[in-house]
């Protein structure tokens, strides 16, 4: 027999706040366009994006997550100190070890928070969501703070017709904490890891370092490929976040699939055959593409307008390199 004590957390966790953060600097299309051989209309066409947010030297991957992760926890009604970890998705903090993590929970002055990051692409949010919820359930921590936050202007080729138009930067958290009621659905998750190959980095950094290469690493894709797969699989991935809820699309009120492109997210709605009451986030037309910042920051934008309300039920999915992808059903805050 176990001498081991049960763990005494919660019943159910929750979304308790959300925060985000944009670089002060708006890049419309016209500056892009500067390197590539294109259109604002063929942007827009093909992205729905119009403008995104380019960080300056200041505005470094932890300072962006502080300032997120400061309205998260107001949002919340807690007090940093309360923070028993601290979750950082990104795949642009150029440091190694230690991870940003560790610094934004020292600045955020958390109780020595438990602090780590995660690198799964534009998934990340929903890892990190899901890695919040077992913690507080299990009793390891009380309150966790999510963050999802990019500066991918660093990894954009800014030549390269097919990806410059669509990275962004910035930062969105989230505040999770105890329920006494279902709050957070089951997670729908996993990878393709034969399908790597089509959305990837250049090259490794060591090629770059050892001098094989003179251009710095950047993200590239195979644009079809991501588009197929998007469509097509995840659409039966976000329905099965739903029956894992027990829901349906009528059930819905707001709809927060990955910012990564308009056609993906209308071809998404009509597979799905949502409603027309169900709100859908397009936070892409004017923050492009923020891999793991994406949906915190179109939950925090729907909340700001309006357009969504607390209490609300969402779907929310993240898909991308891996390729990897998580879906799960929430309650607004």
């Not at 060591?206 to 097509?232: C, H, L, M, S, Y």
Request: with cysteine.
């Amino acid at each position: 027999m176990s001498k081991i004590k049960p763990s005494k957390g919660a019943p159910y966790a929750c979304i308790l706040g959300v925060g985000g953060y944009r670089p002060t600097r708006v890049v419309p299309n016209e500056v892009i366009l500067e390197k590539i051989d294109s259109s604002d209309e063929w942007i827009r066409s093909r992205s729905g994006i119009e403008t995104r947010h380019w960080a300056s030297d200041e505005e470094t991957v932890a300072a962006m997550s502080i300032e997120a992760s400061g309205k998260a926890i107001a949002d919340a009604g807690i007090s940093a100190e309360q923070i028993g970890a601290v979750v950082v998705s990104t795949v642009s903090h150029f440091s190694q070890t230690p991870a940003v993590a560790t610094e934004i929970a020292d600045k955020l002055g958390t109780d020595k928070a438990a602090a780590f990051d995660i690198s799964a692409g534009c998934a990340g949010f929903g890892y990190g969501l899901t890695l919040a919820k077992g913690m507080i359930v299990e009793g390891s921590a009380e309150y966790v703070l999510v963050i999802g936050v990019e500066r991918l202007s660093d990894l954009t080729d800014l030549e390269d017709r097919a990806t410059a138009f669509l990275f962004g930067d910035g930062a969105g958290a989230v505040v999770v904490g105890p329920a006494q009621e279902p709050a957070i659905g089951p997670t729908v998750w996993g990878s393709e890891g034969d399908k790597s190959e089509t959305i990837k980095q250049t090259v490794p950094w060591t090629d770059f370092r050892n001098g094989e290469v003179a251009k710095f690493p950047a993200i590239t894709q195979e644009g079809q490929a991501v588009f197929r797969w998007a469509v097509f699989e995840m659409a039966k991935v976000a329905q099965q976040a739903l029956d894992a809820a027990g829901i349906t699309p009528d059930d819905l009120d707001v709809f927060i699939p990955h910012q990564a492109n308009e056609r993906i997210i209308d071809s998404m709605v009509k597979t799905l055959k949502l409603p027309e009451h169900v709100t859908v986030a397009r936070d892409v037309r004017t923050t492009g593409n923020t891999s793991a910042a994406s949906i915190p920051l179109a939950m925090e934008r729907l909340l700001a307008t309006g357009e969504a309300k607390s209490g609300d039920t969402a779907l929310v999915i993240g898909f991308g390199a891996g390729l990897v992808y998580a879906a799960t059903v929430v309650t607004l805050p």
